[in-house]
């Protein structure tokens, strides 16, 4: 959830965040999405009265970022933190009124190269990608 | 069941259930906690019934390997989000606690708002977000690594796994009860029994000796948990492992009054079939099923039909004991009644092996008890759980019993722990006891058929009378009576100086009567008393009819016409029979075993009539009577007293009834082995073997050897096959002799006849080398098969003591019948005889044959000149017989002047061969003589001339 330009942070392999509200003083991103997803056993169904009954296996918390148009600069930053195994997104959560950190694998992305024809520029994109927990909110 | 909660049970069918799973063990001193992140999926289950052991399973995937052998606590958890209220404690600093403020739990802050040890006086809520049940200890079994996964499967059972090894000996001492039996297996497999001081069924029986070891203490292959299956029998229970505090534990059935609808259970697979029970009959069955015993509620089976529990070849339930244990397994499962059942469950996980509980569908509610339970844990939950029919039996009752110590017994024992099966039909009656009995074994095979017949009968009363049925034609085997009370003393009325008769009091007796109510005589025209039975007789139906006294007849009456009584026969007991008190009594006793009829006095009469106990029992003896029963029914009384004790033993009728004897006991055996073969038979009458026969067959390793022992051997057959093995009977192998009174043949061979006849005929192809002596041998004929009989003395003699005579069929003749020999050779040194006629009679006269050969030089003429030769007849003819010419020898006088030089060897006979020579020689002396005459008649008359 927004509350400032910190609200969504990327910890780089040195232990430092990107803060992609913030980087450099411009914001990389232009929408966030918080999504909470709630994952469900196969043994949901309804049972012998009809109700449905089921486990859940948990909520697990998901983030899709739509950037900007980066620069080249900016994608050399970002893509390799992206195309990481796993990313640790911090961000603000409201269910627990605070700051919470959560391991992600992110989903696939796709950078697109407008105006290849013609002479008024070749700029990126903006593209979005989900950051998912890999683990239930506790 | 499971500890849980409301809440718990209410969330476990929710929509959106939280659950965890939490393994925690101990490894190198360290705890280790394995939750969800570490555990792929968990799977407990069982599968139980009753009457056995059942043996929990754990099957864990898990991303973390445990080591085998390590002991692990599993539980399981449901999120359950709840607080609950823990005012004035002590709190911990691992604990989260809350205070409730406008309906929202505000956390306290150690540090903060209280310190560790605090008492905090306000409302304060503990937090707990899973709930969780313990399935308990698992032992980790076996662990497999799967390489796709980088996981481990990993295979754990409760502590029943300590009783999957061989039993062994547990060092006790027997008898033992069965819950000390049971403690005893605990404490040798590191378990705590947790019945150790409950009481469950059969707790108290014992067990007689050791059933699961060999006599030598060696494995028969039973594990432990074999054992504890049968005791889960015994006790009629389930034996398990107690998940709470991990004991074993002999478990029943119980009733957690727990209901479940709809809502637990899934909408596929769920069947809820017929209802099993109640049960109302328990059968333990051995020897294939086919030796049962049972014990039954009747009216449940009236009321429900017959549901039976059928317990088969248990060892400790094996022995004749058996049926002892029936009650208290009966107490256990009689009723016992559930719904098969086989449905899946998104979830209940609190019910226990062995817990009943209602499952309610619509209107219908099912009582069920969980016997087989699966929980699939992963990321969700399932619950497997079935509960079958139990493999139904049916007993053919009527060829089982309740007991096998009833008379009629027919069982067969297999103890497997000796190897021993035993098979016994035995049929007792009131007199006979028949037993039919085969034993084997590894090495022997054994059958006997014994039947002991008591062949008495007996009867005895408070009341002074009794009948007995079907008595033999006898005498009484043994008669008791004595007084029970000092009111009806067996005894004369006499008179005393203060007891007088009177109309009212007279002398009764002191009579024993057997009354044949079988037989009946004609009494016509006496004075009748009610001792008696009477009867009229129907001629035309051959029939009596009893009189009955005060209806057909008044007592003392004259009863004219052909009536009847019983057969009677009255025995006077010889003296009184007084009482004092219940030590103080006399007492009759007839024993006709040993011929014993006396009385043992304990009381005397004072002078005043009244009765004193004497100082020392006095014992009179008297002759022993004559009581002769004959066969019938018999009503024995003790004549007028109605309160005293009576015992009578008769003999029965019986199938030994050319013995007089009480008892007879026959009895066969065959004891058989790998080399041995041992048949006998018994007879055995009271207490004397009467004969016995034993045939032992018995083949050694080395040599064959059969041996008969019998007071008397028959073989009576046809035909005897190889009874002369290589037509030999070796009498000197073992000091054999045959032995008889005429016939006689000694170990070493040597026949002996005295006055022995043969009669028949002897044939051999050769008869030589043997003496035959005796004094006659006759009535028969000696011949050859060739007419042709050669009797050869070449190495033998005929001796000079013997005299052979032949006779002809008159038996008086001396001749050898010529026409029927036609050679009849004679080479023998002397033949002495009356007459001899044959066609040649040759003197052997071979260089060959004799020695010291010299030219005779004696004068012939001389000897003959000297010689007289006399007229006489033999002793043995009449004077008148033609007289014989001969010389006499009369070797003492010599006046018969016989010469000596033709006279045999003895001295008794002539040399008719030296006589002729003599003669001969004296024709060649007279020949020489006349030639010389002659010469010198030649000369003479020469000279005439």
Same mark, same amino acid.
């Given at each position: 959830?927004?509350?400032?330009?910190?609200?969504?942070?990327?910890?780089?392999?040195?232990?430092?965040?990107?803060?992609?509200?913030?980087?450099?003083?411009?914001?990389?991103?232009?929408?966030?999405?918080?999504?909470?997803?709630?994952?469900?056993?196969?043994?949901?169904?309804?049972?012998?009265?009809?109700?449905?009954?089921?486990?859940?296996?948990?909520?697990?918390?998901?983030?899709?970022?739509?950037?900007?148009?980066?620069?080249?600069?900016?994608?050399?930053?970002?893509?390799?933190?992206?195309?990481?195994?796993?990313?640790?997104?911090?961000?603000?959560?409201?269910?627990?009124?605070?700051?919470?950190?959560?391991?992600?694998?992110?989903?696939?992305?796709?950078?697109?190269?407008?105006?290849?024809?013609?002479?008024?520029?070749?700029?990126?994109?903006?593209?979005?990608?989900?950051?998912?927990?890999?683990?239930?909110?506790? | 069941?499971?500890?849980?909660?409301?809440?718990?049970?209410?969330?476990?069918?929710?929509?959106?259930?939280?659950?965890?799973?939490?393994?925690?063990?101990?490894?190198?001193?360290?705890?280790?906690?394995?939750?969800?992140?570490?555990?792929?999926?968990?799977?407990?289950?069982?599968?139980?019934?009753?009457?056995?052991?059942?043996?929990?399973?754990?099957?864990?995937?898990?991303?973390?390997?445990?080591?085998?052998?390590?002991?692990?606590?599993?539980?399981?958890?449901?999120?359950?989000?709840?607080?609950?209220?823990?005012?004035?404690?002590?709190?911990?600093?691992?604990?989260?606690?809350?205070?409730?403020?406008?309906?929202?739990?505000?956390?306290?802050?150690?540090?903060?708002?209280?310190?560790?040890?605090?008492?905090?006086?306000?409302?304060?809520?503990?937090?707990?977000?899973?709930?969780?049940?313990?399935?308990?200890?698992?032992?980790?079994?076996?662990?497999?690594?799967?390489?796709?996964?980088?996981?481990?499967?990993?295979?754990?059972?409760?502590?029943?796994?300590?009783?999957?090894?061989?039993?062994?000996?547990?060092?006790?001492?027997?008898?033992?009860?069965?819950?000390?039996?049971?403690?005893?297996?605990?404490?040798?497999?590191?378990?705590?029994?947790?019945?150790?001081?409950?009481?469950?069924?059969?707790?108290?029986?014992?067990?007689?000796?050791?059933?699961?070891?060999?006599?030598?203490?060696?494995?028969?292959?039973?594990?432990?948990?074999?054992?504890?299956?049968?005791?889960?029998?015994?006790?009629?229970?389930?034996?398990?492992?107690?998940?709470?505090?991990?004991?074993?534990?002999?478990?029943?059935?119980?009733?957690?009054?727990?209901?479940?609808?709809?809502?637990?259970?899934?909408?596929?697979?769920?069947?809820?079939?017929?209802?099993?029970?109640?049960?109302?009959?328990?059968?333990?069955?051995?020897?294939?099923?086919?030796?049962?015993?049972?014990?039954?509620?009747?009216?449940?089976?009236?009321?429900?039909?017959?549901?039976?529990?059928?317990?088969?070849?248990?060892?400790?339930?094996?022995?004749?004991?058996?049926?002892?244990?029936?009650?208290?397994?009966?107490?256990?499962?009689?009723?016992?009644?559930?719904?098969?059942?086989?449905?899946?469950?998104?979830?209940?996980?609190?019910?226990?092996?062995?817990?009943?509980?209602?499952?309610?569908?619509?209107?219908?509610?099912?009582?069920?008890?969980?016997?087989?339970?699966?929980?699939?844990?992963?990321?969700?939950?399932?619950?497997?759980?079935?509960?079958?029919?139990?493999?139904?039996?049916?007993?053919?009752?009527?060829?089982?019993?309740?007991?096998?110590?009833?008379?009629?017994?027919?069982?067969?024992?297999?103890?497997?722990?000796?190897?021993?099966?035993?098979?016994?039909?035995?049929?007792?009656?009131?007199?006979?006891?028949?037993?039919?009995?085969?034993?084997?074994?590894?090495?022997?095979?054994?059958?006997?058929?014994?039947?002991?017949?008591?062949?008495?009968?007996?009867?005895?009363?408070?009341?002074?009378?009794?009948?007995?049925?079907?008595?033999?034609?006898?005498?009484?085997?043994?008669?008791?009576?004595?007084?029970?009370?000092?009111?009806?003393?067996?005894?004369?009325?006499?008179?005393?100086?203060?007891?007088?008769?009177?109309?009212?009091?007279?002398?009764?007796?002191?009579?024993?009567?057997?009354?044949?109510?079988?037989?009946?005589?004609?009494?016509?025209?006496?004075?009748?008393?009610?001792?008696?039975?009477?009867?009229?007789?129907?001629?035309?139906?051959?029939?009596?009819?009893?009189?009955?006294?005060?209806?057909?007849?008044?007592?003392?009456?004259?009863?004219?016409?052909?009536?009847?009584?019983?057969?009677?026969?009255?025995?006077?007991?010889?003296?009184?029979?007084?009482?004092?008190?219940?030590?103080?009594?006399?007492?009759?006793?007839?024993?006709?075993? #040993?011929?014993?009829?006396?009385?043992?006095?304990?009381?005397?009469?004072?002078?005043?009539?009244?009765?004193?106990?004497?100082?020392?029992?006095?014992?009179?003896?008297?002759?022993?009577?004559?009581?002769?029963?004959?066969?019938?029914?018999?009503?024995?009384?003790?004549?007028?007293? #109605?309160?005293?004790?009576?015992?009578?033993?008769?003999?029965?009728?019986?199938?030994?009834?050319?013995?007089?004897?009480?008892?007879?006991?026959?009895?066969?055996?065959?004891?058989?082995?790998?080399?041995?073969?041992?048949?006998?038979?018994?007879?055995?009458?009271?207490?004397?073997?009467?004969?016995?026969?034993?045939?032992?067959?018995?083949?050694?390793?080395?040599?064959?050897?059969?041996?008969?022992?019998?007071?008397?051997?028959?073989?009576?057959?046809?035909?005897?096959?190889?009874?002369?093995?290589?037509?030999?009977?070796?009498?000197?192998?073992?000091?054999?002799?045959?032995?008889?009174?005429?016939?006689?043949?000694?170990?070493?061979?040597?026949?002996?006849?005295?006055?022995?006849?043969?009669?028949?005929?002897?044939?051999?192809?050769?008869?030589?080398?043997?003496?035959?002596?005796?004094?006659?041998?006759?009535?028969?004929?000696?011949?050859?098969?060739?007419?042709?009989?050669?009797?050869?003395?070449?190495?033998?003699?005929?001796?000079?003591?013997?005299?052979?005579?032949?006779?002809?069929?008159?038996?008086?003749?001396?001749?050898?019948?010529?026409?029927?020999?036609?050679?009849?050779?004679?080479?023998?040194?002397?033949?002495?005889?009356?007459?001899?006629?044959?066609?040649?009679?040759?003197?052997?006269?071979?260089?060959?044959?004799?020695?010291?050969?010299?030219?005779?030089?004696?004068?012939?003429?001389?000897?003959?000149?000297?010689?007289?030769?006399?007229?006489?007849?033999?002793?043995?003819?009449?004077?008148?017989?033609?007289?014989?010419?001969?010389?006499?020898?009369?070797?003492?006088?010599?006046?018969?002047?016989?010469?000596?030089?033709?006279?045999?060897?003895?001295?008794?006979?002539?040399?008719?061969?030296?006589?002729?020579?003599?003669?001969?020689?004296?024709?060649?002396?007279?020949?020489?003589?006349?030639?010389?005459?002659?010469?010198?008649?030649?000369?003479?008359?020469?000279?005439?001339?």
């Amino acid at each position: 959830m927004y509350i400032d330009i910190n609200s969504i942070q990327i910890k780089k392999p040195n232990g430092t965040y990107v803060s992609l509200g913030n980087y450099n003083g411009k914001c990389l991103i232009v929408e966030a999405k918080y999504g909470y997803n709630k994952l469900w056993a196969s043994d949901s169904g309804r049972n012998l009265a009809g109700v449905m009954t089921g486990t859940l296996i948990g909520v697990f918390p998901k983030i899709i970022v739509q950037f900007k148009k980066l620069s080249k600069a900016e994608l050399e930053k970002i893509v390799p933190i992206l195309d990481a195994q796993n990313q640790v997104v911090r961000y603000y959560d409201p269910y627990k009124k605070d700051y919470v950190e959560m391991t992600t694998y992110t989903g696939d992305y796709e950078v697109t190269n407008k105006g290849m024809v013609g002479t008024r520029g070749r700029k990126n994109d903006g593209f979005s990608i989900s950051f998912i927990s890999i683990r239930k909110r506790s | 069941m499971k500890a849980h909660t409301s809440d718990y049970k209410d969330k476990i069918k929710e929509f959106g259930k939280q659950i965890t799973s939490k393994i925690t063990y101990e490894l190198e001193g360290e705890t280790i906690e394995l939750g969800a992140e570490e555990l792929n999926s968990i799977t407990p289950h069982y599968e139980g019934s009753i009457l056995k052991s059942v043996m929990k399973q754990l099957d864990i995937d898990s991303n973390v390997d445990i080591p085998l052998g390590t002991i692990l606590n599993y539980q399981f958890g449901l999120f359950v989000d709840r607080y609950t209220e823990t005012t004035d404690e002590t709190y911990q600093a691992d604990i989260e606690y809350y205070v409730l403020e406008d309906d929202e739990f505000v956390l306290l802050v150690v540090g903060t708002d209280y310190e560790v040890g605090d008492e905090i006086e306000d409302t304060v809520y503990n937090y707990q977000d899973y709930e969780y049940l313990n399935f308990g200890n698992y032992v980790v079994y076996s662990s497999e690594k799967k390489e796709d996964t980088n996981s481990y499967n990993i295979i754990c059972y409760d502590k029943m796994l300590y009783s999957m090894v061989d039993y062994e000996d547990i060092q006790i001492t027997y008898p033992i009860t069965i819950r000390n039996y049971i403690s005893a297996i605990c404490n040798h497999l590191g378990l705590t029994f947790k019945n150790e001081n409950s009481e469950f069924a059969n707790w108290n029986r014992q067990i007689q000796s050791e059933l699961y070891l060999d006599n030598g203490g060696n494995s028969l292959n039973y594990k432990f948990r074999d054992v504890l299956d049968e005791l889960a029998q015994v006790t009629a229970s389930t034996i398990c492992i107690n998940e709470e505090d991990d004991e074993l534990e002999i478990r029943y059935i119980t009733d957690t009054y727990d209901t479940i609808d709809e809502e637990y259970l899934k909408n596929i697979n769920v069947k809820f079939g017929e209802q099993y029970g109640p049960i109302n009959s328990i059968v333990l069955s051995r020897s294939g099923e086919s030796d049962n015993v049972y014990l039954q509620d009747a009216q449940s089976i009236t009321d429900n039909g017959l549901c039976e529990i059928k317990i088969i070849d248990n060892q400790i339930m094996n022995w004749n004991d058996r049926s002892d244990y029936l009650p208290d397994i009966l107490a256990k499962l009689d009723g016992l009644q559930y719904y098969i059942n086989d449905y899946n469950s998104p979830g209940i996980t609190y019910y226990n092996l062995c817990d009943r509980y209602n499952v309610s569908i619509g209107e219908n509610t099912y009582s069920c008890v969980m016997f087989n339970n699966e929980l699939d844990i992963t990321q969700g939950l399932e619950e497997l759980v079935h509960t079958d029919l139990p493999e139904e039996t049916e007993t053919d009752y009527s060829k089982a019993d309740k007991t096998d110590r009833k008379i009629n017994q027919t069982y067969l024992v297999v103890d497997k722990q000796n190897q021993v099966i035993s098979s016994v039909i035995n049929n007792v009656s009131e007199q006979n006891n028949k037993i039919s009995q085969i034993t084997q074994t590894v090495d022997e095979l054994n059958s006997k058929i014994q039947d002991i017949a008591d062949i008495t009968i007996s009867g005895e009363s408070e009341y002074g009378t009794f009948e007995l049925d079907n008595i033999n034609e006898s005498e009484p085997i043994m008669i008791k009576v004595r007084p029970l009370n000092g009111l009806n003393n067996i005894s004369y009325l006499y008179p005393r100086s203060n007891l007088y008769p009177s109309s009212s009091l007279y002398m009764p007796n002191r009579k024993i009567r057997f009354a044949n109510i079988t037989k009946y005589e004609l009494t016509t025209d006496k004075t009748y008393n009610s001792f008696n039975k009477y009867y009229s007789y129907d001629s035309v139906n051959d029939e009596y009819t009893l009189l009955i006294a005060g209806t057909d007849y008044i007592i003392g009456n004259k009863i004219t016409g052909s009536i009847y009584q019983n057969q009677i026969i009255d025995y006077e007991i010889p003296d009184d029979l007084l009482y004092y008190d219940g030590t103080h009594y006399d007492e009759f006793y007839l024993d006709y075993d #040993s011929q014993t009829c006396q009385i043992i006095k304990k009381c005397e009469y004072n002078s005043d009539g009244t009765i004193s106990p004497l100082a020392n029992e006095i014992t009179n003896t008297y002759t022993y009577p004559t009581i002769p029963l004959s066969d019938g029914d018999y009503e024995i009384t003790l004549l007028g007293y #109605s309160n005293a004790y009576l015992f009578v033993r008769l003999m029965a009728s019986n199938i030994y009834t050319s013995q007089f004897a009480t008892r007879v006991e026959m009895s066969s055996a065959i004891q058989q082995s790998a080399n041995e073969i041992n048949l006998r038979v018994d007879e055995k009458v009271d207490e004397e073997d009467f004969t016995h026969a034993n045939i032992v067959l018995k083949i050694n390793d080395d040599t064959s050897q059969a041996q008969i022992h019998a007071d008397k051997v028959d073989i009576d057959a046809t035909d005897v096959f190889n009874i002369l093995a290589g037509n030999t009977i070796n009498l000197t192998s073992n000091n054999i002799a045959i032995d008889s009174t005429h016939f006689k043949v000694t170990k070493q061979g040597n026949l002996t006849c005295s006055n022995a006849n043969v009669s028949g005929s002897i044939t051999a192809s050769s008869i030589s080398g043997s003496t035959i002596s005796g004094s006659t041998i006759s009535g028969g004929t000696i011949k050859s098969n060739n007419n042709y009989l050669t009797i050869n003395l070449a190495n033998g003699e005929i001796d000079s003591y013997s005299t052979i005579n032949f006779y002809n069929q008159l038996g008086s003749s001396t001749e050898i019948n010529g026409p029927t020999i036609d050679t009849f050779n004679v080479n023998a040194h002397n033949i002495t005889t009356t007459s001899i006629t044959a066609q040649h009679y040759n003197q052997g006269s071979l260089e060959s044959i004799k020695k010291n050969i010299n030219l005779c030089n004696k004068n012939g003429l001389n000897i003959i000149n000297n010689s007289d030769i006399y007229e006489f007849n033999y002793k043995t003819e009449s004077n008148n017989e033609k007289k014989h010419i001969g010389l006499i020898i009369n070797d003492a006088e010599k006046k018969y002047n016989t010469p000596k030089e033709i006279l045999t060897e003895t001295g008794t006979g002539i040399d008719l061969y030296s006589m002729i020579s003599i003669s001969w020689k004296a024709i060649q002396e007279q020949q020489k003589t006349i030639d010389n005459l002659l010469e010198r008649i030649e000369k003479l008359e020469r000279n005439d001339k």
